[in-house]
């Protein structure tokens, strides 16, 4: 019987301590502001928002807008969710019509009107697991002020009467820009493929950077009466087997041209032009050059122009007597002949008398600036 009721003090002791950590892990005190900033998110769960009603329909005993937004934030936050209240300012547009008569006319609508929305939850993917099941409780979720009929609150409720809070959503914080949250939200496969990688891209601590090689498997999309259609498998193996170009060897090309290009010494710009990298994802490997801050960096052009197709004369247009001389063009010669546009080129070597290429590479025809994706 001692036992029984040691191990009834014991559990109650664990149970407290429990529930007493819990409690102290969200900070909740009725009528502080918690407002949304951008460390929040960035995946977030839009609860709900609120407007004050025209004057007309103001009760004197009734919530304000703001103040049902708090209601809500601290409910939200006694069941361990944490919550915030992000004021969303009116914005007024305009659309040019005509009057009666047919003259122009310019007509100023709401596009968005004043509201406190209420936003929950701090969440690294749409899909998260602990998100999910949260959104979930707050669709069923009934707080307890809009019960009280002194709260004045007019609640939009469905045919169903599933609940004020049903039309709950997963979306981006607002204060965050949605470019960066897409490029932090990758599936699993993308973060393995960039985990093995010598110069992997996602590891550059500058914002942008310039493309300028591209490599891709070779596949298809059976349609109709297609030999492969359902057999897609088969199309894969059967590429694999007559040529090996498939999305591995694509892999296997970008990275061998980043290690290339970071053994060459730069050509003398003061950002190296042989500062390569590469990013993986399930569709292409690209390979980039440099870091930069700010997309206007003066050392991007000089990377896009070195890397950028040249404008080469085209020798298939020398005779066939002058070349069967075997001696070079001069350089009035070849400026005499017509021009053709040729990709930049970069080719490994080999090691015997002559230095014929074992390896060759093709660079995109045109370089371009992009972002630096960011992995978690």
């Not at 290690?259 to 730069?266: A, C, G, T």
Request: aromatic share 8%; glycine share 6%; net charge positive.
């Amino acid at each position: 019987m001692r036992t029984l009721k040691l191990f009834v003090t014991v559990l109650f002791a664990v149970l407290s301590l429990s529930a007493a950590s819990q409690s102290h892990a969200i900070e909740n005190v009725r009528g502080k502001p918690y407002h949304l900033t951008q460390k929040h998110g960035p995946w977030m769960i839009m609860v709900t928002s609120f407007r004050n009603v025209r004057d007309e329909d103001l009760r004197k005993d009734g919530l304000t807008a703001e103040q049902a937004a708090a209601e809500l934030v601290f409910e939200l936050r006694e069941k361990g969710i944490p919550a915030y209240s992000f004021s969303q300012d009116a914005v007024k547009g305009q659309i040019d019509t005509h009057d009666r008569l047919g003259r122009d006319d310019r007509r100023i609508y709401a596009a968005q009107r004043d509201m406190i929305c209420v936003l929950a939850g701090n969440y690294e993917a749409i899909d998260d697991s602990v998100g999910q099941k949260t959104l979930l409780f707050v669709k069923k979720f009934h707080p307890k002020f809009l019960k009280d009929t002194k709260s004045g609150a007019i609640v939009r409720a469905d045919s169903a009467q599933r609940g004020p809070l049903m039309g709950a959503f997963m979306t981006i914080n607002p204060l965050v820009d949605p470019k960066d949250v897409v490029q932090t939200t990758v599936d699993k496969e993308t973060k393995f493929l960039n985990s093995h990688t010598s110069f992997p891209l996602i590891k550059n601590q500058h914002k942008y950077t310039v493309q300028v090689a591209t490599f891709a498997g070779k596949s298809a999309t059976p349609l109709g009466n297609s030999t492969y259609r359902g057999r897609e498998g088969s199309f894969e193996s059967k590429i694999a087997g007559e040529t090996g170009f498939n999305l591995a060897r694509a892999a296997d090309d970008a990275d061998q041209l980043a290690v290339y290009l970071r053994s060459k010494k730069s050509p003398g710009a003061k950002t190296a032009l042989s500062e390569a990298y590469v990013y993986h994802d399930k569709f292409q490997s690209i390979v980039t050059i440099g870091g930069f801050d700010s997309p206007d960096d003066p050392q991007i052009r000089v990377v896009g122009q070195y890397y950028s197709p040249k404008w080469e004369p085209d020798l298939r247009a020398v005779s066939q007597a002058r070349r069967a001389t075997g001696a070079e063009l001069t350089e009035e010669e070849k400026e005499q002949l017509p021009k053709v546009r040729t990709n930049h080129t970069e080719y490994l070597p080999s090691a015997t008398a002559g230095g014929a290429p074992i390896q060759f590479w093709t660079f995109d025809t045109a370089p371009k600036v992009i972002p630096v994706p960011r992995i978690k």
